[in-house]
RNA sequence: GUGGGUGUAGCUCAAAUGGUUAGAGUGCCGGGUUGUGGCCCCGGAGGUUGAGGGUUCAAGUCCCUUCACUCACCCCA
């Protein structure tokens, strides 16, 4: 096939597949409106600088992902990577801090990566974020954490794991790193290559490496957590009892390290072993730089990002509970009756009353078909003979009852039944 | 960027060591009922076997190249 195709990693999302979609987002909304969260919408491509400074320069997003172009000469602009740094920028662009020194907002669309695609990963995927600005409590970590897994249990999602780390603060990180960059010096033979080259970039990184030598080395390695300064200490306390008191089970990961630079203090993430290498369907934390970073007021934050490929590979919904079908399908025999069974269809639509029928004066077994098909509760049927005789014949799906009613009242009767049937379901 | 796997009908898959017009199920269209769906029966349409080249009397099958998809590494949602 020498056709046009979608670009690689790019997914169309099909007819049959956008109801969950839209299940997911309703279930979604529904809870942010709950919690006071509202939705803000920036544009999917920025300013490249943006995310340079946002994410960070030595990520592997900025060094190696990022689709960026140069718009007609002027400016380097890349398509977002991920949403955190597009909601600052728009916060510290119209001053909300000005308004309201609070801020919990939400935004839900598509983010783009220049990766090799595989299981749960694709280079246009979407995310539902969740950012909180100006909460400096750990009670906020807690809050968010808490709407996050009541979301999850909304969405029927089983079988996962929450996980959580603190990654220190502006104080104690940095000695943290030295002692780990010690720690690993005289063991470096023994590392993996990867590893010895994340020695300079992110030592860090050596705690999820899944290299078992690493492993191993790693294992008597310190833990920040052990050497974090009081405030952390007491911050992720917090955090952790606030999640025990509500009953929330978690597992302290501290060799969880995430891949933005903007993460301080909190980190958690939601994992599953049903999604293959990529078992992060959820990734968060705290970011209490990052408004200042990017020119902003000196404002925490707090948030997370939902993968939704991954959350709806794990969701057991199918697409046969979302399907919608016509109340009725008119099959109309001849010019005449064809003529009148178009003008039904179209004032029954109107009163909102789902309607289908089959042009092409198809024959009847074909229309029955059809009507079966698309799964419709009632049929239909008019002919010259019918209408000559001022009747119609209706036809029951489910159990293949037919009456004749009158031509004259048949779209009040349709609506009438409609109505009532309706309201059983209520 | 690196490595493995796979490319045959809209979809899921067959076609022994190379051997005539590449099959089945499902879906689609039509018929069996001159005006009645589902189940059943019958028929039809739909393929340049991903593409290009090579070996051979003969290639879906073997060789080379290329592309696509897929899984994994890296990293992440």
């Not at 301080?264 to 730089?289: K, P």
Request: with cysteine.
């Amino acid at each position: 096939m020498s056709n046009i195709t979608t670009v690689k990693g790019f997914k169309d999302i099909l007819p049959d597949e956008t109801a969950k979609w839209r299940s997911i987002e309703e279930k979604a909304r529904n809870i942010f409106a709950d919690f006071g969260i509202r939705e803000i919408r920036t544009p999917v491509l920025e300013k490249t600088d943006l995310f340079r400074r946002g994410i960070g320069d030595s990520t592997d997003i900025v060094e190696k992902e990022m689709y960026t172009f140069v718009d007609q000469g002027e400016e380097s602009l890349t398509l977002r990577p991920e949403a955190t740094a597009s909601v600052i920028r728009s916060y510290i662009e119209h001053a909300l801090y000005a308004a309201d020194p609070l801020a919990k907002l939400f935004t839900i669309g598509p983010m783009f990566r220049r990766e090799r695609p595989q299981k749960g990963r694709y280079r246009q995927f979407h995310q539902i974020d969740v950012e909180y600005l100006g909460y400096d409590d750990p009670r906020a970590d807690a809050e968010v954490i808490m709407l996050l897994i009541q979301l999850l249990k909304n969405l029927g999602l089983a079988d996962v794991k929450l996980e959580m780390n603190t990654l220190g603060c502006a104080l104690c990180r940095p000695a943290f790193r030295e002692s780990i960059l010690s720690f690993l010096e005289g063991k470096k033979e023994d590392l993996c290559e990867d590893c010895r080259r994340r020695l300079n970039t992110n030592p860090l990184r050596v705690f999820d490496c899944k290299n078992t030598g690493c492993r191993r080395i790693i294992t008597d390695a310190p833990r920040l957590l052990d050497v974090a300064c009081g405030s952390c200490r007491k911050h992720f306390d917090v955090v952790t009892s606030s999640l025990t008191d509500f009953g929330i089970p978690f597992f302290v990961n501290t060799g969880m390290v995430r891949g933005l630079d903007y993460y301080t203090r909190t980190t958690f993430e939601i994992t599953t072993e049903f999604l293959g290498a990529q078992n992060a369907v959820v990734g968060g934390g705290r970011y209490d730089g990052l408004v200042k970073d990017l020119g902003g007021p000196d404002i925490p934050g707090i948030g997370f990002a939902i993968g939704m490929e991954r959350l709806l590979s794990l969701l057991p919904m199918k697409s046969e509970d979302f399907a919608i079908h016509p109340y009725i399908f008119i099959a109309a025999l001849g010019d005449y009756a064809q003529k009148q069974a178009f003008s039904l269809c179209h004032r029954l639509r109107l009163r909102g009353i789902p309607a289908e029928m089959a042009y092409g004066g198809k024959s009847l077994k074909s229309q029955m078909k059809r009507a079966n098909k698309l799964n419709c509760r009632y049929t239909l049927i008019f002919g010259d003979r019918e209408l000559a005789a001022g009747t119609v014949e209706l036809r029951d799906m489910r159990d293949s009852s037919q009456v004749s009613l009158s031509y004259q009242t048949i779209e009040e009767t349709i609506a009438t039944k409609f109505g009532e049937e309706q309201t059983h379901l209520g």
